[in-house]
């Protein structure tokens, strides 16, 4: 495993830990519809919470794109297709039987028997061709946590369409300007809060751009200055109108509108700016677990 690579599982390995705590603080947030709430909520872990959303899901997403054109060009595209099919296809379909309807057997059927609860409620699901990927549907049924994986089971194909030597912009200006489709996507087609804040299509830009960025990393780096500044603001810009609509994720009032469209920039411009600044610390680190453990 290359140096690189290492980084990025500990990035992700980051990342991963961090929602643990963010999905522990929904219990206290006012606004998040969660499985559990505490009697008393605070609106100050829905802004600690919205800087996280900002952010986290959208750097896996970049990260897996990223690892992904490692592993379409050590593969090939037929053993990637494969590859990705069984290490994403595999756990998403026994994972959707034994660990995914757990909280919803709590929420709406204990104490009957599981197995029941299975049977009878959670697979009582239809096609829903509208809801792509997400094509199975039902009243109880849901994909939970593993929502994620059903995105990159069917965003994985989209890379075998990409040309093999494409790559993305190495001027600054280009690099940030590849926020302009995912303000856009935010603006108009709006978030979904089903998936962590984020349009599932926004999601795909951010899985695109990791897999045309993938060996661009000096480019990231000359955009510190300007995305570690431009973020954080654009987040700031986007707050006011998000969190006093009724409904920020699909209103079509213009002041909503250019609020998500600000949020969609502060994603592309905060991933920009976390993964230069954790690589720089987790890569060394990373590096120096490998020589020791060789």
């Known amino acids: 495993m290359t140096g690189r690579r290492t980084g990025l599982d500990a990035m992700r390995t980051v990342v991963v830990l961090g929602l643990v705590f963010f999905h522990a603080a929904l219990v206290f947030d006012t606004r998040d519809d969660f499985y559990v709430k505490n009697a008393r909520t605070t609106s100050a872990v829905t802004v600690a919470a919205g800087f996280a959303v900002v952010w986290a899901m959208p750097l896996l997403f970049t990260v897996a794109g990223i690892g992904a054109r490692h592993s379409l060009r050590k593969r090939g595209p037929a053993r990637f297709a494969r590859e990705r099919l069984i290490r994403l296809g595999v756990p998403l379909a026994v994972a959707t039987v034994t660990i995914v309807p757990v909280p919803q057997w709590l929420r709406y059927g ?29 009243p109880v049924f849901e994909t939970g946590h593993l929502w994620f994986v059903v995105l990159l089971l069917f965003f994985c194909p989209v890379l075998l369409l990409v040309p093999a030597d494409r790559q993305g912009p190495d001027h600054v200006g280009l690099l940030l300007l590849l926020g302009a489709p995912i303000a856009l996507i935010s603006a108009l087609v709006g978030l979904e809060e089903s998936f962590a804040g984020w349009s599932r299509w926004a999601y795909l830009l951010f899985f695109l751009y990791g897999y045309l960025l993938a060996g661009r990393r000096a480019v990231i780096r000359r955009a510190v200055p300007w995305t570690a500044a431009l973020g954080p603001a654009c987040f700031l810009a986007s707050a006011p109108a998000l969190l006093t609509a009724d409904d920020p994720f699909s209103s079509h009032a213009p002041v909503v509108m250019l609020g998500r469209a600000a949020y969609g920039m502060a994603g592309w411009l905060v991933v920009l700016a976390c993964y230069e600044l954790l690589i720089r610390r987790l890569l060394p680190r990373a590096r120096g677990q490998a020589a020791t453990a060789s």
């Open 110 to 138: 204990a104490p009957k028997p599981y197995w029941s609860f299975l049977t009878h409620r959670f697979f009582d699901v239809h096609l829903s061709p509208a809801d792509f990927p997400f094509v199975v549907q039902g």
